[in-house]
């Protein structure tokens, strides 16, 4: 008796993390799906899905271009190591930017993060590029396409998304988790593109 009871209840088990497992699987084909719809669009390198969240290019170490890297003072929240950030664009979007001054509609922007490893080299005190800390990616949308969608506003789709996490976005509104700290780049498109050299004529 108590042995059935027991095995009934491992089956129970069994099932109920048989059906999480497929509720999973199930919301990773549905986001994936929907990444795949909004690719055959063409609209920024398929970072977008239908309702417009946002992931993180696939492969974009490989395809973009490197724009710059910023070397980050270290604080309390990184136990005062230094951090980089790497920032990149596709090829097109340089192009475009260095013959018009602007970032074309359905320009994709990734901000790498990466914690910094210091160390003393035959160059002198030197720190390279060690674990992704996150991601922070922007795409230029000219059209306003998501009005009413807190991840999109001013001229910009918004997204931060945590180390080994490209699809799932942390960032809940656009004005309280990005824009204050972009305004000072209201100038150009709110984007720090004077640390581009890429971008440069
Ligand atoms: C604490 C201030 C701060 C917040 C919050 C912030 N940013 Fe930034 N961001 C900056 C600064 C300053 C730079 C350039 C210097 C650097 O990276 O240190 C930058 C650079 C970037 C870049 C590279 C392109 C550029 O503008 O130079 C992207 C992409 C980016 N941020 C996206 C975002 C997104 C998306 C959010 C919200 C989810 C966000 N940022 C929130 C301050 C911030």
Not at 3 to 27: D, F, K, Q
Not at 50 to 62: H, I, K, T
Not at 83 to 111: I, Q, S
Not at 112 to 140: C, H, I, P, R, W
Request: hydrophobic content about 40%.
């Amino acid at each position: 008796m108590i042995s059935t009871e027991y095995s009934g209840r491992c089956v129970l088990r069994l099932i109920l993390v048989a059906a999480a497992s497929a509720m999973v699987l199930i919301l990773a084909i549905a986001v994936d799906t929907a990444f795949a719809q909004s690719n055959r669009s063409g609209f920024a390198d398929g970072v977008v899905a239908a309702d417009g969240s946002l992931r993180v290019p696939e492969g974009f170490r490989e395809r973009y271009l490197m724009l710059g890297a910023w070397a980050v003072a270290g604080d309390a929240d990184t136990d005062g190591k230094l951090g980089l950030h790497v920032v990149y664009a596709p090829g097109d979007a340089v192009t475009a930017y260095r013959k018009t001054g602007r970032f074309p509609d359905g320009t994709v922007l990734v901000k790498e993060l990466f914690n910094g490893k210091t160390e003393d080299l035959t160059t002198g005190q030197a720190t390279s590029a060690a674990d992704v800390a996150g991601y922070f990616v922007m795409v230029k949308d000219g059209e306003g396409r998501f009005s009413g969608n807190p991840l999109w506003g001013d001229g910009w789709g918004w997204s931060f998304f945590a180390a080994g996490e490209t699809k799932m976005t942390q960032t809940k509104d656009y004005v309280t988790d990005c824009l204050g700290c972009h305004e000072p780049a209201r100038a150009t498109d709110l984007v720090y593109d004077y640390a581009y050299p890429v971008l440069r004529k």
